[in-house]
C-alpha cells in the first residue's frame, strides 16, 4: 500500500473542510447536551426564599462570619435585613463560632504529617432550637514547605466559612415559620 497525499486523511493533508461540522450538526449537538442537562436537574442557584419578609442578624459585627453572612443575607435572598430586632419577623443569633486546629497524624520521624481544621458554629432562628453547624478539613504538612502550608491553610479557612455560610442560608430557607 503506498502513502501518499491522496492516501492520508483529510486532517493530515491539512484540508479540515470534511472534519468541520455544519451549522445544523452543531446546533443539534449543543441542544442534546442543553436537554441532558437539563433532565439532570441542574439549575442555576436563583433568589432564596424565605419563610419571612424581615431579618434582623444578631451576631458580634467584629465577628468575620457577620460580615460574610450579612453580604450573603443582602444579595441572594428574598428578606430584608433590618437594623432593629422589633422590625424583624425572624431574628438569627449567632451563639458562637470556634476555630480549632489539631494534629491529625504524626510521620514515622514524630513530626507533624496532617492537620485538621474544624470551625463550629452555634446559631438559632428565635422560633427553632439552636443549631449546630460543622464544617472540617484536613490537609497535609511538611516542615519544608512551610510557607506554602500556611497559605493553604488560610485558603482552606476561607472555604471553610464561605461553606459555613452557604450552609446557614440554605437552612434559612427549609426553617417553617410556626403555625
Known amino acids: 500500500m503506498a502513502f501518499g497525499p491522496k492516501t492520508l486523511g483529510p486532517r493530515v493533508r491539512g484540508d479540515d473542510r470534511p472534519a468541520r461540522q455544519s451549522p445544523f450538526a452543531r ?15 441542574f439549575h442555576l442557584r436563583g433568589e ?14 467584629s465577628q468575620p462570619l ?12 428574598s428578606a430584608k435585613l433590618v437594623p432593629l430586632a422589633d422590625q424583624a419577623q425572624a ?6 463560632v470556634e476555630n480549632n486546629k489539631q494534629i491529625l497524624s504524626l510521620s514515622a520521624g514524630g513530626k507533624v ?13 428565635r422560633w427553632l432550637p439552636t443549631a449546630e453547624l460543622v464544617v472540617r478539613r484536613t490537609y497535609t504538612y511538611n516542615d519544608a514547605e512551610a ?10 479557612w476561607r472555604e471553610m466559612q464561605d461553606d459555613a455560610v452557604a450552609q446557614i442560608v440554605r437552612r434559612l430557607q427549609s426553617a417553617k415559620k410556626p403555625a
Open 27 to 41: 446546533l443539534f449537538v449543543a441542544l442534546v447536551l442543553l436537554g441532558a442537562l437539563a433532565s439532570c436537574g
Open 91 to 96: 431574628i438569627l443569633d449567632i451563639v458562637s
Open 147 to 156: 510557607l506554602a502550608k500556611e497559605a493553604q491553610e488560610q485558603r482552606l
Open 48 to 61: 432564596a426564599h424565605y419563610a419571612f419578609e424581615t431579618l434582623y442578624l444578631n451576631s458580634p459585627p
Open 66 to 77: 457577620t460580615t460574610d453572612l450579612r453580604r450573603s443575607l443582602e444579595s441572594a435572598g
Open 113 to 125: 504529617a496532617e492537620f485538621m481544621l474544624s470551625k463550629r458554629i452555634l446559631f438559632r432562628v
